[in-house]
């Protein structure tokens, strides 16, 4: 079942699909010279409340781009997924973000039948054992909820950058997903890390605590770890795979989902 919109947005706009004009515009890479504002301002006016922010507080570039679109509409929507092995420091900082700018955040849990299927079958930490198997537990704790949201969603936001490795150099601003349903944009694709954190400190955005410590990006407790300065910032995501692999399949699309985390 596709997740609705929270109580609080309903009375907004009825559902309406994006007029076949702009997304062939989309699709033309017309938003491309657009910069991050901008193109926020444009996917409010077009898709708000079908328009959700993802963000996964583990990265600084998902809070920019929350402090960036709440400027724009006090009311935009929100979301991550809680995939049940996230750290602490990452559930601070959701409530610490809620506190500052006084939103709702939409938490997406996976379905529990499958996980308790997957854990009883394969393990707690199935994850290193084979990429078969860390690939299933992303399907299952991350991927499939973010399908099932998107499903009730004309557009979405994510924080990828192209300096961010190997599997996301080519990312472009704004693209069409799910069969040409689905808008995806990537306002902060042509953003440097120096710009991110330029951004961060000018604007106090709350960042995860433990980007301070040597995780330039925090996902699940048990498939993160600390890079040295300098390092590729996913080297320590999954660490122990190649780097063409480390994507949960959000972003790379073998999902098939839609493509956020
Ligand atoms: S990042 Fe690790 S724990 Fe989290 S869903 Fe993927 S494999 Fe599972």
């Known amino acids: 079942m596709p997740s609705a919109a929270p109580p609080h947005l309903r009375h907004l706009r009825k559902p309406r699909r994006p007029a ?25 006016e077009h898709f708000h ?120 150099s080519a990312t472009p601003k704004a693209l069409l997903e799910d069969d040409g349903r689905l808008v995806k944009l990537n306002p902060l694709a042509d953003w440097s890390h120096d710009q991110v954190m330029r951004f961060v400190r000018e604007n106090a955005v709350p960042v995860n605590r433990l980007n301070q410590r040597g995780y330039p990006s925090v996902g699940c407790a048990p498939c993160t770890r600390a890079v040295r300065p300098g390092d590729d910032p996913r080297s320590g995501r999954w660490w122990w795979e190649q780097a063409t692999t480390r994507e949960c399949g959000l972003h790379s699309g073998e999902e098939n989902e839609g493509s956020g985390i």
């Open 20 to 44: 076949a004009a702009l997304l062939d515009e989309i699709s033309s890479g017309a938003w491309e010279p657009l910069s991050a504002e901008e193109i926020l301002g444009r996917a409010v």
């Open 49 to 168: 409340p079908r328009l959700a922010l993802s963000c996964s507080f583990g990265n600084p570039e998902g809070l920019v781009l929350l402090h960036l679109l709440t400027r724009i509409e006090a009311a935009a929507r929100v979301y991550t997924i809680d995939t049940g092995r996230l750290p602490q420091e990452t559930y601070d900082l959701m409530d610490r973000v809620r506190d500052r700018y006084g939103i709702e955040i939409e938490v997406l849990l996976p379905e529990a039948a499958p996980v308790e299927a997957m854990v009883r079958r394969h393990g707690m930490n199935l994850f290193y054992e084979s990429l078969e198997k860390r690939k299933l537990c992303c399907r299952l704790r991350k991927v499939e909820p973010s399908r099932r949201y998107l499903a009730g969603l004309d557009a979405y936001i994510t924080g990828l950058r192209r300096e961010q490795g190997v599997t996301r």
